[in-house]
């Protein structure tokens, strides 16, 4: 949390009611902040603090919260810096704009706001999905597509999501099995840059231990010997 | 398991299943007379001349090495049977052909080491080549079958066939899982939370003096 000094950041006691304007000091928002500054109840803090753990040092997690998503304000908030070309430093209510999901997230957990669904859950994305999947450029479109789904699908209260993912993992599942343990490398290359960072992962594992496996059978020298050993001493002259 | 050379994606290397495989028994035939030796796992010999007796892999190719002995191949790396086994793979699009749970590594071991006391060694050695891509063909097809989160069993898979497959179809089952029930995940998170508060809410009892 950097201040730029002008204001005392003051932490209010529990419990804290959300006032119907969020007045917000001049610094740059961290999700520690947020955490602090809309106090809960501690346990239920305690709480949510512990999901949160669980995925703390995942670094494709914190990624996936960096994803923006549409939200609407549906009140009005002083000093945010949204927009860094706005002329005013402040989002009037019913503003649209697009915010990373950490902070959206705890935004509408305190109905700040409502989150709409992400353009990479669109129309035209189901449908060329509904097509066939497997050819689908889904690390364009997101390449945390399937956390980033799970993640959004509860805030935005859509249940197609979720059969969206499900029905896109199936085909594409299949896809990824063939070509991973069948396809050289070079050939699969194409193929690979549509995938996201989920199905990379599961190709690798795969590419990975059947490779292993071909080195072993190939064989080889079975005991290495020490470069220490059977080093002559040289003769001293 | 301690010895694992990734715990991260849970995958034994190939060595390691080997290593495994070497604790399997075979029988050999002394050509010296030694003692009996006492291990941990179990007590081998007494080793007598032309007289056959049991020991662990490990033994009998470190026994082969010095030229000590001759090693039996087991009665399933016989040419007829494993011509009926290949046969049988081939046959049954489902089932898989029983076989020792070590074959891959066994035979492998066998080649390297004992290659004078396999009748027919090149015949054997396409052959047990053979079987192993036909089967990790048919693992693949079942594999695609997958379509949502279910137990998996497939009898008769040799160790060296289930370590291939391991980390791909461990990543693949939860991602199945995951996206089959997306509000299971929340509940396992609640339950245990709640399970602490109940604790935590339990009367303390009172110290001893």
Redesign the interface.
């Known amino acids: 949390m950097r201040s730029s000094g002008q204001k005392p950041i003051t932490i209010p006691a529990f419990p804290f009611n959300f006032p119907s304007q969020i007045t917000i000091p001049k610094f740059t928002i961290d999700k520690f902040f947020l955490l602090f500054w809309f106090s809960e109840p501690k346990e239920k803090l305690r709480d949510k603090l512990r999901t949160k753990m669980a995925n703390y040092y995942n670094i494709d997690d914190i990624l996936t919260e960096e994803e923006f998503v549409p939200v609407v304000f549906h009140k009005a908030a002083n000093g945010v810096i949204i927009d860094p070309s706005s002329e005013t430093n402040s989002v009037e209510q019913g503003a649209k704009v697009e915010l990373p999901l950490w902070l959206a997230q705890e935004l509408y957990l305190r109905q700040a706001v409502s989150i709409s669904v992400p353009a990479c859950f669109n129309q035209k994305t189901r449908l060329e999905i509904q097509a066939d999947a497997a050819c689908v450029d889904l690390k364009s479109r997101s390449p945390f597509f399937y956390e980033f789904g799970c993640k959004i699908a509860p805030l935005v209260g859509d249940k197609t999501v979720e059969v969206l993912l499900l029905s896109a993992f199936k085909i594409r599942y299949k896809e990824i099995l063939t070509k991973a343990y069948t396809v050289a490398y070079t050939a699969a290359s194409k193929f690979l840059t549509l995938l996201t960072k989920e199905e990379t992962n599961l190709y690798e594992a795969a590419q990975s231990s059947m490779a292993a496996f071909k080195k072993w059978r190939m064989g080889g020298p079975r005991l290495q010997r020490a470069s220490v050993l059977g080093r002559k001493r040289k003769p001293i002259e | 398991m301690a010895g694992q050379s990734d715990p991260h ?1 849970s ?1 034994f ?3 390691e299943v ?1 290593f495994m495989a070497e604790d399997e028994l075979i029988e050999i035939v002394p050509n010296m007379r030694m003692d009996p030796l006492n291990f941990i796992c179990g007590d081998f010999g007494p080793f007598l001349p032309q007289i056959a007796t049991q020991v662990p892999m490990w033994l009998a190719v470190a026994l082969k090495k010095r030229g000590k002995c001759a090693i039996r191949p087991p009665l399933w790396m016989s040419v007829e049977n494993l011509t009926k086994v290949l046969e049988g793979e081939r046959d049954s699009q489902g089932a898989f052909q029983v076989l020792p749970f070590h074959y891959v590594e066994i035979s ?1 071991l066998l080649f ?1 080491h004992a290659r004078d006391d396999i009748p027919d060694m090149y015949m054997v050695r396409s052959l047990i080549e053979d079987i192993r891509d036909v089967r ?1 063909h048919k693992v ?1 097809t079942s ?2 079958k ?3 989160t279910s137990a998996v069993k497939i009898p008769n898979l040799s160790a ?1 066939e289930v ?6 179809v ?3 089952l939860q ?2 899982y ?3 029930n ?2 299971k995940i ?1 509940d396992v ?2 339950a245990s ?1 709640g399970q602490t ?1 109940v604790a935590n809410n339990e009367p303390r009892r009172p110290l001893r003096r």
């Open positions: 994606i995958l290397s190939a060595e080997e492998r390297d990790v693949e594999l695609e997958f379509s949502g060296m370590n291939i497959i391991r980390p791909f461990g990543r693949a991602a199945f995951k996206h089959d997306p509000e929340p998170d609640r939370s508060r």
